[in-house]
């Protein structure tokens, strides 16, 4: 059979007994708590199996244990089971229960084998873990409410009330949580979200997840449950200013940063992107601003003029992916700049002045401009300061130029007025406007003669049309006022009309002869030129031309004295005592030219006897050289020719007949008895023929000149109003009324004498004679008719021979 032996204490000891032949069996049973310390008593099995300790130790009592690990030793000496190793229940059990293990004892003498069972009783020496320590959970902010999300449980290898009890979720503002044990074991749990989450409040929420147990004490784990709230684009961008305000100069490059908008939005990340725009917006500054739509930079995009618009206004717009936008007004001031060159506009203008106009005249009107404000758009404006002309301000922006002083066009005809406008910008800007203002001429400048007086020597026998001379006057004026015409003023000379001697070609001053002159008819004359400009009124000048005629030798030497005569024989007496030296006579002869032209000399060309007499080169005396003897012929003939000292020389001769005698028969017979006394009666009745031709001539003559003068002094009366012909009237300047200075005839009368020279005694200026002579010259070259004004010289030895002394 079998029993079982109640052990007392807390565990119930069963002793079983076999009986039999060969294996006596009985069995005890222990319950002891894990962990206990080494040497612990277990059990006393003497006592619970009846058996005595002498037996135990006879028997020689060991545990035969089948499993490899033995926890439990047996002390024979007392009988007891004491621990032999610390027993963990978990690890012998895990979480099976009840835990147990079985071990025999064995006696030998006989052998007795008894079963012990002993039973670990769970302690409560595992708290609960968790798998990690943290856990990590992402949740968008808008996730809706009831939201699960579910964590991993803890694990406790304790078991019963050891094991996890609850679990404590802390704090419970946004989630709670939720247990389920599942049908299979083991736990379910789950956080739930019963508070809306707000990035924007806090962006993370740690938790702490608390497993404990039933333990004695009781134990617990934790774990950090780290939420981490994501971002929702639930805000919209707000701009940092509500109205920003900038400046920026006009004519800024393109790019200049006028200012920088910016936005904040309380989104994170992509949703707090703020970009930047500008929708609405005029045509115009759309042209001119522009945003960068990342930073809110606003820069200038094109030309700002500030003339155009002072402000703009812009709404830029930030705006985040969400859809959600603020607008930022931004509103920009332009600075002006001086960037208008400023403008003079002639508003009228007359580009001359007359020169007599009065100081103060005006020229023109100029209207000046700049666009700009302010300094830069006051303007100064002024002109050049070398010109007689100023500016005065009249309206505003309006200025005028006047002439400041009296204009003289022959000093200066134009002046060039320079406008200049400036500016009181930084730096000013300054425009010109040139103008030229001609100073018009008024004929204020008579023509104007080089020299008053205009003395020119003409040759004689100029051929007629010759042009003597030219004058010129200058005139400072110009155009009409400068254009000269010359005139001849009218004036008589030597009883003629002076334009019957000279013309002038109106235009270009040019003097001509219209005749041909003789010096020996007039010597000078003079006339007043007058030189007349077109201006109107015209204004004139004159110049007096005193043409000088020059003296040619263009007569010959004309024997006064003694008179040759065909016929009669004149003879000049020398007394046979006539000493050396004698004066026999003189030759008298005139040149009507003058000068060296009428500079004459006398030699002897022809004599009955060169050694007896000789000429006085110089004054034409004829004297003898030597002591006349009585071997002399009583006729002596003589031929003296006169020269006179013009280029080339013009000469005549004349013949003298000197009687050498003592009286005046002698002469006679001497004279007559001569060989030439057949010859002198031919003479004689040649001359009485020739002296009746003469007669007959004369009255003739007579007649027609009686008829002529009666017929010329008709026409006169009525060429004075029609006739400009070239024909002089030729007066002898000494008798003539009408001219005749003193100084001329006297020069005249001067000149005579002096050429004759011989004997000065007989130079007597007659005051009664008045008389012209009619010479028949035979010497001369052509027949000419000739008027003598030198009476005197005529007179003087003009008694036919007279043998005197
Ligand atoms: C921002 O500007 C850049 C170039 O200026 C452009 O490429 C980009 O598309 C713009 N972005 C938006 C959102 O307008
Ligand atoms: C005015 O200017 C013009 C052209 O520049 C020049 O020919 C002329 O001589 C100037 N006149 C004066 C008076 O300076
Ligand atoms: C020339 O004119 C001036 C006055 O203009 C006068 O005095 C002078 O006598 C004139 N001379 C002649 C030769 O006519």
Not at 123 to 141: G, H, M, R, Y
Not at 439 to 461: C, K, R, T
């Given at each position: 059979g079998q029993f079982y032996v109640a052990v007392h204490g807390s565990a119930l000891v069963v002793i079983l007994c076999l009986f039999s032949l060969s294996l006596v069996a009985a069995q005890?049973?222990?319950?002891?708590?894990?962990?206990?310390?080494?040497?612990?008593?277990?059990?006393?099995?003497?006592?619970?199996?009846?058996?005595?300790?002498e037996r135990l130790i006879s028997g020689k009592a060991r545990i035969i244990t089948k499993?490899?690990?033995?926890?439990?030793?047996?002390?024979?000496?007392?009988?007891?089971?004491?621990?032999?190793?610390?027993?963990?229940?978990?690890?012998?059990?895990?979480?099976?229960?009840?835990?147990?293990?079985?071990?025999?004892?064995?006696?030998?003498?006989?052998?007795?084998?008894?079963?012990?069972?002993?039973?670990?009783?769970?302690?409560?020496?595992?708290?609960?873990?968790?798998?990690?320590?943290?856990?990590?959970?992402?949740?968008?902010?808008?996730?809706?409410?009831?939201?699960?999300f579910s964590l991993v449980s803890a694990d406790d290898p304790d078991v019963g009330i050891n094991d996890i009890q609850k679990y404590i979720l802390k704090p419970l503002d946004h989630f709670k949580l939720e247990v389920q044990n599942q049908p299979g074991g083991g736990t379910f749990i789950e956080m739930v979200l019963h508070n809306p989450l707000d990035r924007e409040k806090e962006e993370?929420?740690?938790?702490?997840?608390?497993?404990?147990?039933?333990?004695?004490?009781?134990?617990?784990?934790?774990?950090?449950?780290?939420?981490?709230?994501?971002?929702?684009?639930?805000?919209?961008?707000?701009?940092?200013?509500?109205?920003?305000?900038?400046?920026?100069?006009?004519?800024s490059p393109e790019g200049t940063v006028i200012t920088t908008v910016s936005a904040n939005d309380a989104d994170k990340g992509v949703n707090g992107d703020v970009t930047f725009s500008i929708p609405h917006v005029g045509k115009e500054a759309k042209l001119l601003f522009e945003v960068n739509n990342k930073t809110g930079e606003i820069k200038v995009a094109g030309k700002l003029d500030f003339e155009k618009s002072k402000t703009y206004q812009l709404n830029v717009q930030a705006s985040d992916h969400g859809g959600y936008t603020d607008t930022c007004k931004v509103i920009i001031q332009v600075i002006d700049e001086n960037d208008n060159v400023p403008t003079v506009q002639l508003m009228s203008f007359s580009n001359s002045i007359s020169e007599d106009s009065p100081p103060g005249t005006t020229i023109a009107v100029v209207n000046v401009d700049d666009e700009d404000s302010e300094g830069n758009g006051l303007v100064r404006c002024s002109i050049n300061?070398?010109?007689?002309?100023?500016?005065?301000?009249?309206?505003?922006?309006?200025?005028?130029?006047?002439?400041?002083?009296?204009?003289?066009?022959?000093?200066?005809?134009?002046?060039?007025?320079?406008?200049?406008?400036?500016?009181?910008?930084?730096?000013?800007?300054?425009?010109?406007?040139?103008?030229?203002?001609?100073?018009?001429?008024?004929?204020?400048?008579?023509?104007?003669?080089?020299?008053?007086?205009?003395?020119?020597?003409?040759?004689?026998?100029?051929?007629?049309?010759?042009?003597?001379?030219?004058?010129?006057?200058?005139d400072a004026d110009w155009g009409q006022n400068a254009q000269i015409s010359y005139f001849l003023e009218e004036k008589e000379i030597n009883g003629v009309p002076v334009s019957t001697l000279v013309s002038i070609n109106s235009e270009s001053g040019v003097i001509h002869a219209v005749k041909s002159f003789d010096y020996e008819q007039i010597k000078w004359f003079e006339f007043n030129v007058t030189a007349r400009d077109a201006g109107s009124p015209p204004l004139s000048s004159v110049a007096t031309v005193k043409i000088m005629i020059q003296d040619q030798n263009d007569n010959p030497p004309q024997v006064l004295y003694p008179i040759q005569t065909g016929g009669s024989v004149v003879a000049e007496m020398v007394p046979r005592s006539a000493d050396v030296g004698?004066?026999?006579?003189?030759?008298?002869?005139?040149?009507?030219?003058?000068?060296?032209?009428?500079?004459?000399?006398?030699?002897?060309?022809?004599?009955?006897?060169?050694?007896?007499?000789?000429?006085?080169?110089?004054?034409?005396?004829?004297?003898?050289?030597?002591?006349?003897?009585?071997?002399?012929?009583?006729?002596?003939?003589l031929t003296v020719i006169v020269e006179d000292n013009g280029q080339p020389s013009r000469s005549a001769t004349v013949i003298v007949n000197v009687a050498v005698a003592d009286s005046f028969p002698e002469v006679l017979s001497e004279f007559t008895d001569s060989p030439h006394d057949k010859e002198y009666n031919d003479m004689l009745t040649f001359y009485l023929v020739l002296a009746l031709?003469?007669?007959?001539?004369?009255?003739?003559?007579?007649?027609?000149?009686?008829?002529?003068?009666?017929?010329?002094?008709?026409?006169?009366?009525?060429?004075?109003?029609?006739?400009?012909?070239?024909?002089?009237?030729?007066?002898?300047?000494?008798?003539?009324?009408?001219?005749?200075?003193?100084?001329?005839?006297?020069?005249?009368?001067?000149?005579?004498?002096?050429?004759?020279?011989?004997?000065?005694?007989?130079?007597?200026?007659?005051?009664?004679?008045?008389?012209?002579?009619?010479?028949?010259?035979?010497?001369?070259?052509?027949?000419?008719?000739?008027?003598?004004?030198?009476?005197?010289?005529?007179?003087?030895?003009?008694?036919?021979?007279?043998?005197?002394?």
């Open positions: 005890a049973r222990y319950s002891i708590p894990e962990e206990q310390a080494e040497g612990s008593v277990v059990g006393n099995i003497a006592r619970d199996l009846g058996l005595a300790v499993g490899s690990q033995q926890y439990v030793n047996l002390n024979r000496d007392k009988g007891t089971l004491v621990i032999k190793e610390r027993i963990d229940r978990e690890e012998l059990c895990g979480k099976t229960t009840p835990c147990s293990f079985s071990f025999e004892v064995i006696l030998e003498n006989p052998i007795q084998l008894y079963r012990v069972t002993v039973e670990v009783i769970d302690v409560n020496d595992n708290s609960p873990t968790f798998a990690k320590d943290e856990i990590n959970l992402k949740i968008v902010e808008n996730a809706a409410a009831a939201t699960r993370t929420h740690t938790l702490v997840l608390v497993a404990s147990d039933g333990g004695e004490p009781r134990r617990s784990g934790t774990v950090r449950i780290h939420v981490t709230v994501l971002d929702a684009n639930d805000n919209a961008p707000v701009c940092s200013q509500a109205v920003y305000k900038a400046e920026v100069r006009e004519n300061t070398d010109v007689p002309f100023k500016i005065e301000s009249s309206l505003t922006g309006y200025y005028t130029i006047v002439s400041d002083n009296i204009l003289d066009r022959e000093g200066v005809t134009d002046y060039n007025i320079t406008v200049t406008v400036t500016d009181q910008g930084s730096p000013p800007l300054s425009s010109r406007k040139d103008l030229n203002v001609k100073v018009s001429d008024i004929n204020d400048n008579p023509p104007q003669f080089a020299e008053s007086e205009y003395i020119m020597n003409v040759p004689e026998n100029n051929s007629p049309g010759f042009s003597v001379f030219t004058v010129n006057a200058k004698y004066l026999v006579t003189k030759v008298v002869a005139v040149d009507v030219d003058s000068g060296q032209n009428a500079w004459l000399s006398y030699k002897l060309q022809k004599a009955t006897d060169r050694a007896l007499f000789e000429v006085g080169l110089q004054n034409g005396e004829i004297r003898t050289i030597r002591q006349v003897t009585d071997k002399d012929a009583v006729k002596q003939r031709a003469v007669v007959s001539f004369l009255f003739i003559t007579c007649l027609v000149v009686i008829i002529s003068v009666k017929i010329y002094r008709w026409r006169q009366s009525r060429i004075l109003y029609h006739s400009n012909l070239p024909v002089i009237p030729y007066y002898p300047p000494r008798y003539s009324d009408t001219l005749g200075t003193g100084t001329l005839q006297h020069v005249y009368n001067y000149e005579v004498c002096r050429t004759t020279d011989s004997r000065k005694s007989d130079c007597k200026f007659g005051s009664d004679a008045s008389q012209n002579v009619l010479i028949m010259d035979p010497s001369s070259t052509g027949t000419m008719q000739r008027i003598q004004s030198d009476k005197n010289i005529l007179a003087q030895p003009n008694s036919p021979v007279e043998v005197s002394q």
